[in-house]
């Protein structure tokens, strides 16, 4: 190989007075300027090149280490300039070590055979028994993994999805393992058929097999003390911590994890985050928390989730097995010792409160708490449009977006209200007045999916359904014509036109990506017509769709005001267009007054039980002002909501001016 030279019979010499040994001096070779000096008590066989040994190691604690090889076994080698290898109790066979990496006390590190490290390992999600695999590689994209995972039903796409993965597979396949620049790997195990890109660090990992760590200098991966790992992706930015154990498990960018956490046949995506508890064949999109030892997430799909205590849910009815699966749609959340029953299905941002076994379905009735009393499931409609929680929420995970990696895999919208959840609110509305027309007005509860919904319940949703499709009608009509000086109509009706006829009909979630069905049904056919081949090219394709969110929006909030509010679109006056700022300024104002109000419960005497402890109210108040940083009037989130309704009731009047000009 250019670059690379035979040793000279003086450097096999001085590296036999070192202590070294080869099956054959010929199958060593060096890059010109290499120094037998920092190589000792070495064993070499099959071909080995080595680097040059120049660089010092500074350590934590004032430790300085020199660059080279002490004390190990290389088989089948390559080894990059100013590496330090020490202490390898077995050896190390059939890697390419890149340059500058620290390698010290670990048993061994070997590439046996044929490996395809990790990728096209199959994970049965959602169905322990299978049917429902999704082939993981290292351009997995949420995405990608919600279309094989989920559309079973058009088996030509999910052959077409398989031959695409196969196809990368195939190129990544080799007998021979990597070991990026700048990788550290101290006190570890056993290593085996698993590549390592740059700057990661393995420290104290008990036994890793057949994976890929995508680690690199943008965003480097950690793998720590005790951690067991199986046929696994470990995408950039993430660190899987603290004896944790993953089995045919795909890890993605910035996933966290961590506190002798067990994960098996499960595909955690951005962000999430998983301690101290279990996960059997889940699906965890876009931020799945779970915390708490005694968590189970099981056979279910989640994304924005927060795992109460104590949750859990059962796929098993001792019949066929453990066949059952469920789906908490974005933003659900469980509360402490909660139970689902699967089959269920949660609508997008409720609460499960208490145990439910009857498969409800409320993916219709979004922004609900499930709630359980007295063994019967009560289902309270867009009540948690008013929760503080929810907002927090919805502030919160932009902010807590982990990936420095500038090469993003998953598409993420964190749009609270969108066609998604808006054409969920629609659709519940109709099921609500249907509800009434056949019950009657006077009646204390409605029957729906094995659940009740109080009269009182019902009347509310209804109104917390409206204030939410006037505020997001209205936030997209102001956008539209911010751009547009004054009440000019046939301005304003030229501008209300969409730019494009994407967007009609209905819009579905895949797992963090909020787009029209038409573009997604659109990319499946090109798979399944063979006209798109290629990983990138499909993760391409959804990125386009992700950046082209708020045009496909508008052609759809267009037509739904049309709907909404009796329009006709040849004749729009600007008398409408001030009827629906007017409906939408209202909607916002009272949506944040019942935040704010919700808000101030944390604030109530009863919030400042525990405070001050051995002392009086005045040291109680004190001790609570000091710990939440100050009072009510004075917390960061009441001032940023009071702030948003002077924001939003100002750019109302504005707009609501140049309307009336």
């Known amino acids: 190989m250019s670059g ?59 430790i300085r280490k020199h660059s080279g090889l002490y004390h190990t076994t290389l088989h089948n080698v390559t080894v990059g300039d100013d590496c ?21 006390n670990v048993d061994i590190i070997l590439t046996d055979g044929k490996s395809s490290f ?30 094989m995972a989920l559309y079973r039903h058009r088996p030509e796409l999910v052959a077409g999805l398989k031959n695409i993965v196969s196809k990368y597979v195939e190129s990544v396949t080799s007998d021979t393992g990597t070991i990026a620049p700048h990788v550290t790997i101290v006190d570890a195990g056993y290593i085996k058929n698993v590549r390592i890109g740059e700057y990661c660090k393995i420290e104290g990992t008990a036994r890793i097999k057949n994976g890929s760590i995508n680690s690199n200098r943008h965003a480097p991966v950690h793998v720590g003390v005790g951690v067991i790992g199986d046929d696994f992706i470990i995408c950039s930015g993430a660190s899987v911590e603290d004896r944790s154990t ?41 931020f799945t928390v779970t915390h708490h030892k005694s ?15 104590g949750s859990n849910q059962s796929n098993h009815m001792y019949k066929l097995g453990p066949i059952h699966q469920g789906i908490m749609e974005r933003g659900a959340k469980t509360a402490s010792d909660s139970y689902l029953l699967w089959p269920a299905k949660v609508g997008a941002f409720s609460l499960v409160m208490g145990r439910h076994v009857s498969h409800q379905d409320t993916s219709d009735l979004p922004f609900s708490y499930l709630i359980e ?50 054409q969920k609110m629609l659709n519940g509305r109709e099921i609500l007045k249907n509800l009434v027309r056949v019950s009657g007005e006077t009646s204390d509860t409605y029957s729906y999916q094995s659940a009740k919904i109080k009269n009182s ?26 751009t547009v000086p004054d009440g000019n109509i046939e301005a304003i009706r030229a501008r209300l036109r969409p730019d494009t006829p994407v967007g009609r009909g209905q819009w579905v979630d895949i797992s963090g990506l909020i787009a029209p069905k038409t573009e997604i049904d659109a990319l499946m056919d090109d798979i399944e017509a063979g006209r798109l081949t ?20 508008w052609t759809w909030a267009y037509e739904r005001m049309i709907e909404y509010y009796g329009l006709d679109p040849e004749n729009i006056t600007v008398d409408d267009i001030i009827r629906i700022a007017e409906k939408w300024k209202e909607s916002v104002v009272t949506l944040d007054k019942m935040v704010y109000e919700d808000a101030r419960k944390e604030f109530s005497l009863s919030a400042m039980t525990s405070f001050g402890v051995d002392g009086d109210s005045d040291q109680r108040t004190r001790d609570f002002e000091e710990v939440r940083g100050g009072l009510f009037d004075s917390n960061t989130f009441v001032k940023a909501v009071l702030e948003h309704i002077r924001v939003k009731s100002a750019l109302g009047d504005e707009f609501l001016s140049r309307m009336r000009k």
């Not at 010499?13 to 070779?29: K, P």
């Not at 996933?255 to 951005?270: E, V």
């Not at 997001?472 to 956008?479: D, T, V």
Request: overall charge negative; some cysteine.
């Open 4 to 62: 690379y030279r035979k040793l000279t019979g003086e450097e096999i010499s001085q590296l036999q007075a070192r202590m070294c040994t080869a099956a054959d001096w010929n199958d060593v070779e060096v890059v010109e300027g290499f120094s037998p000096e920092y190589v000792y008590s070495t064993r070499f066989s099959g071909k080995v090149r080595l680097g040059r040994f120049e660089k010092v190691f500074e350590m934590p604690g004032g």
């Open 84 to 104: 330090c290898i020490e202490n390898v109790k077995n050896y190390i066979a059939n890697y390419e070590i890149g340059h500058d990496c620290f390698i010290e």
């Open 118 to 147: 990790g990728n096209g390992v199959e994970v049965s999600v959602l169905n322990e028994t299978g049917g429902r695999e999704v082939m993981i590689h290292d351009r997995l994209s949420a995405q990608q993994a919600y279309m």
């Open 246 to 286: 993953i089995t045919r498990c795909f890890i993605g960018q910035s996933c966290h994890i961590g506190h002798t956490y067990s994960a098996s046949d499960s595909l955690f995506f951005s962000n999430c985050h998983g301690e101290n508890g279990e996960a059997c064949a889940i699906f965890a999109g876009p």
């Open 295 to 309: 968590t189970l997430l099981i056979a279910g799909m989640f994304s924005f989730m927060n795992a109460g205590s």
């Open 373 to 422: 009393q007295q063994n019967t499931s009560y289902i309270v409609p867009g009540v948690n449009l008013r929760s503080v929680g929810t907002i927090r929420d919805a502030q919160k995970w932009p902010k807590r977006d982990g990936r420095t990696d500038p090469d993003r895999l998953d598409c993420i919208n964190y749009n609270l209200l969108s066609p998604y959840t808006i």
């Open 457 to 482: 319940s019902l009347h509310k949703g209804l109104y917390f359904y409206d204030l939410a499709i006037n505020k997001f009608l209205g936030n997209s009509l102001i956008k539209r014509l911010e």
């Open 534 to 553: 290629d990983v990138g090219e499909m993760n391409a394709r959804f990125r386009t769709m992700h950046s082209n969110y708020y045009t496909y929006e």
